[in-house]
């Protein structure tokens, strides 16, 4: 079966450091990738996304994600993180043509002031 | 922007009851899906719909039905309301063709 395993579920950093978030998948065909974030007490927003091309994606916020399709990974980064960065972070995987969207199971991330 | 409008954020129930959850669309998208979720799993889908009176069961549709009677309206309904069924409830809609998604504010349901 089609899973989406994000590596940490828990991530505290100090302001100003570099963020790295996993995400890897498991299926062997083409795939839709996402970012998704969402901010205490507020709905899942969008972050960035890749359907094909370039698998170096750039989202709001200064988030980028680079899709390395023979690692099956989608990992999310930004390369300094603000206080506002707080939040949970959901990686999302469909298959191309498909109706299924595969969430991870979330990692939540803790910025210091 | 798409905007999603779940009818309640915070609704408490009783063990038993029969529990509607609505979710309206407003921009004509063909999918609508109901998804569940709960700490350390992730969001899993319940049931999802690609047009008017057509459903799909997702990974976790016991204890769930759902109807979709106009394109713009998803209906979760939980027949008979048990307490592993409290959670928080996220309904979207999506048109892939156009990578359109979004979803709703989301509904804290409490069964007691």
């Known amino acids: 079966a089609q899973s989406v395993s994000q590596h940490n579920h828990h991530v505290i950093l100090s302001e100003a450091a570099s963020l790295e978030l996993g995400c890897n998948y498991s299926y062997g065909g083409t795939v839709n990738l996402f970012w998704y974030v969402q901010y205490p007490g507020q709905h899942l927003q969008l972050l960035l996304k890749y359907f094909s091309g370039d698998p170096l994606v750039k989202g709001i916020k200064g988030f980028e994600a680079e899709f390395i399709k023979s690692k099956f990974s989608f990992n999310l980064r930004k390369p300094s993180v603000q206080w506002s960065d707080t939040a949970e972070y959901f990686c999302?995987?469909?298959?191309?043509?498909?109706?299924?969207?595969?969430f991870g199971a979330g990692t939540r991330l803790f910025v210091k002031a | 922007d798409v905007k999603v409008t779940q009818s309640s954020r915070y609704l408490v129930k009783r063990t038993g009851e029969k529990v509607f959850l609505e979710c309206v669309q407003d921009?004509?998208?063909?999918?609508m899906f109901w998804y569940r979720q709960d700490p350390g799993l992730g969001l899993r889908l319940i049931y999802f719909s690609y047009d008017v009176k057509m459903k799909e069961k997702g990974d976790i549709p016991e204890g769930y039905s759902v109807s979709r009677e106009k394109k713009e309206r998803f209906s979760l309904i939980l027949e008979s309301a048990s307490t592993n069924q409290t959670s928080m409830y996220l309904c979207a809609s999506s048109f892939p063709s156009l990578g359109q998604w979004a979803f709703g504010d989301g509904t804290r349901l409490s069964i007691l």
């Open positions: 999302a995987v469909k298959m191309t043509g498909g109706f299924k969207t595969i």
């Open positions: 921009m004509d998208h063909e999918n």
